[in-house]
């Protein structure tokens, strides 16, 4: 069932706000066609979707004849809905696997710290992949090196579970897992990058009120006085998981 959450708040702007450069996602699209080994006989799952930027570019490059972004709020979903090339499914992960529509690949990105009980949910998902079926999570590292202010650096962390539990647990659950870091950097003006923190573009700063994130701004701005651009370190997490 969909259901409202953080993300119905800024899909309208989620494109728009989310100004990481092409060549990023370039980057981010070429390693999960090859981690995901991507075939067009391939049914692809991105779990979480969001506005299905990244699920119908999928579709389109590996030239996939199905592919579902599942997203449970109802306004990003509507946004996926856009995309002729791929099914946009309103519901959470939980409820796609009880639906038992059937998929060979499935795909996590940035998503993994919103699934609950996942050591259920690995279970379910291994006896539901025929073998050879592959999942792919791509998460971020506790300490994140983006350009936060301390508190949300803190928040982002008490979110986001470790790497190596979840790489346990997929072992656990009988996948074979493969685990490999790999880092972007890009640049932004630092008026977009503070545009992006005033939207709360990730989940992590939406505890945060205006005035706590103007009070966060005013701290990054502290060390880049003069500067008119910004580095963005994004360190990823790609975790790969294959039923053998
Ligand atoms: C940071 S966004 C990532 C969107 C997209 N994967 C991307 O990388 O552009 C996280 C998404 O996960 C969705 N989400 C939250 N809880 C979920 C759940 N239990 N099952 C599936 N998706 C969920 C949110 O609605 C949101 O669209």
Same mark, same amino acid.
């Given at each position: ?52 930027? @990244? $699920?119908?570019?999928? +579709? ?9 972004? &599942?997203? *449970?709020? #109802? ?87 470790? @790497? $190596?539990?979840?790489? +346990? ?9 493969? &685990?490999? *870091?790999? #880092? ?61």
């Amino acid at each position: 069932m969909a259901q409202t959450n953080h993300f119905d708040s800024i899909a309208e702007v989620f494109n728009r706000i989310w100004y990481f450069s092409d060549d990023y996602k370039d980057f981010v699209i070429h390693h999960i066609r090859e981690d995901l080994s991507l075939t067009p006989e391939d049914i692809l799952v991105d779990i979480g979707g969001g506005t299905g930027t @990244f $699920t119908s570019r999928l +579709a389109d490059e590996a030239h996939l004849t199905h592919a579902y972004c &599942v997203e *449970p709020s #109802s306004s990003m979903c509507s946004e996926a809905a856009k995309h002729e090339n791929i099914t946009a499914v309103c519901c959470d992960a939980d409820d796609f696997l009880a639906s038992h529509t059937p998929f060979s690949k499935m795909l996590f990105k940035e998503v993994i710290h919103h699934i609950p009980n996942r050591a259920e949910f690995w279970k379910t998902l291994y006896a539901s992949f025929q073998n050879g079926g592959k999942l792919l999570i791509i998460t971020r590292p506790q300490e994140i090196k983006f350009p936060f202010f301390e508190a949300a650096k803190v928040e982002f962390a008490r979110n986001q579970p470790p @790497f $190596t539990m979840i790489e +346990a647990e997929l072992k656990a659950s009988g996948f074979e897992v493969n &685990v490999i *870091p790999r #880092s972007h950097t890009f640049t932004l003006s630092k008026e977009s990058w503070y545009e992006m923190l005033r939207h709360r573009f990730m989940s992590d700063l939406r505890v945060f009120s205006d005035q706590e994130i103007e009070k966060g701004i005013a701290e990054i701005e502290e060390n880049r006085k003069g500067n008119e651009t910004i580095d963005i370190i994004d360190n990823l997490i790609f975790i790969t998981a294959t039923k053998t």
